[in-house]
């Protein structure tokens, strides 16, 4: 489980403040950029909801994308780096609110352009597809299983990964579990990259089931 990894991504995902007149530039350095596009996606769902309701699975999957997609920069997923965006957007939530944050949408689109996939593929070759969505899954029912509002597609989730253990005759153990990491962990990296979160895991449950 990534509960320990992802936990404190959800709270970091949800702040907003208010627009203000201050210009906003998209930083060049990676986590930066990263942790900065969080924040406009944080602000541009929090506009479309309202400061009290909770936002849509759909639109806190988008602000989680960041941090996913700065940890699959390279083939394999980390889980270090996705912490020092979480950690920035937490510090960055009141100076994008307080700013211009609408005009940095289509640069954050440009930056990260699998956020803004229309049409999910999942990977060809079904145990690369497996394990993404098993650890995709995983990583969204970490992030926000504290979240009631999410608990029926997190449910559906949890049922598609405990079909996939089923097939697989559970987990990896012993000497072999660094390398099931190690396999997992670009598996992962491979499914961030394949569109919005939410978006990739309907495709998952589409097509495993």
Same mark, same amino acid.
């Given at each position: 489980? &990534?509960?320990?990894?992802? #936990? %404190?991504?959800? /709270? !970091?995902?949800?702040? =907003? $403040?208010?627009?203000?007149?201050?210009? *906003?530039?998209?930083?060049?350095?990676?986590?930066? &950029?990263?942790?900065?596009? #969080? %924040?406009?996606? /944080? !602000?541009?769902?929090? =506009? $479309?909801?309202?400061?009290?309701?909770? *936002?849509?699975?759909?639109?806190?999957?988008?602000?989680?994308?960041?941090?996913?997609? %700065?940890?699959? /920069?390279?083939?394999?997923?980390?889980?270090?780096?996705?912490?020092?965006?979480?950690?920035?957007?937490?510090?960055?939530?009141?100076?994008?609110?307080?700013?211009?944050?609408?005009?940095?949408?289509?640069?954050?689109?440009?930056?990260?352009?699998?956020?803004?996939?229309?049409?999910?593929?999942?990977?060809?070759?079904?145990?690369?597809?497996?394990?993404?969505?098993?650890?995709?899954?995983?990583?969204?029912?970490?992030?926000?299983?504290?979240?009631?509002?999410?608990?029926?597609?997190?449910?559906?989730?949890?049922?598609?990964?405990?079909?996939?253990?089923?097939?697989?005759?559970?987990?990896?153990?012993?000497?072999?579990?660094?390398?099931?990491?190690?396999?997992?962990?670009?598996?992962?990296?491979?499914?961030?990259?394949?569109?919005?979160?939410?978006?990739?895991?309907?495709?998952?449950?589409?097509?495993?089931?």
């Amino acid at each position: 489980m &990534r509960g320990k990894e992802t #936990g %404190a991504l959800i /709270a !970091a995902a949800m702040l =907003l $403040a208010s627009c203000g007149p201050k210009t *906003l530039v998209l930083p060049e350095e990676p986590v930066d &950029r990263a942790a900065t596009c #969080g %924040a406009v996606a /944080a !602000a541009s769902g929090r =506009l $479309a909801t309202g400061v009290a309701a909770p *936002l849509p699975l759909e639109a806190i999957g988008k602000v989680l994308h960041y941090p996913m997609l %700065a940890g699959s /920069a390279g083939d394999s997923f980390s889980t270090d780096t996705a912490t020092q965006v979480q950690d920035r957007m937490a510090e960055l939530q009141d100076s994008i609110g307080e700013g211009k944050w609408q005009e940095l949408i289509p640069a954050c689109q440009a930056a990260f352009p699998a956020t803004a996939v229309d049409e999910v593929i999942l990977p060809a070759d079904t145990r690369t597809a497996r394990l993404g969505c098993d650890e995709l899954g995983d990583f969204l029912r970490s992030a926000l299983k504290v979240q009631e509002e999410y608990a029926k597609e997190l449910g559906e989730y949890r049922r598609l990964s405990n079909e996939f253990e089923r097939r697989a005759g559970g987990r990896s153990s012993g000497s072999s579990r660094a390398a099931a990491k190690n396999e997992q962990d670009k598996a992962l990296a491979t499914m961030v990259k394949a569109g919005p979160p939410v978006a990739v895991m309907r495709q998952c449950l589409k097509r495993f089931g």
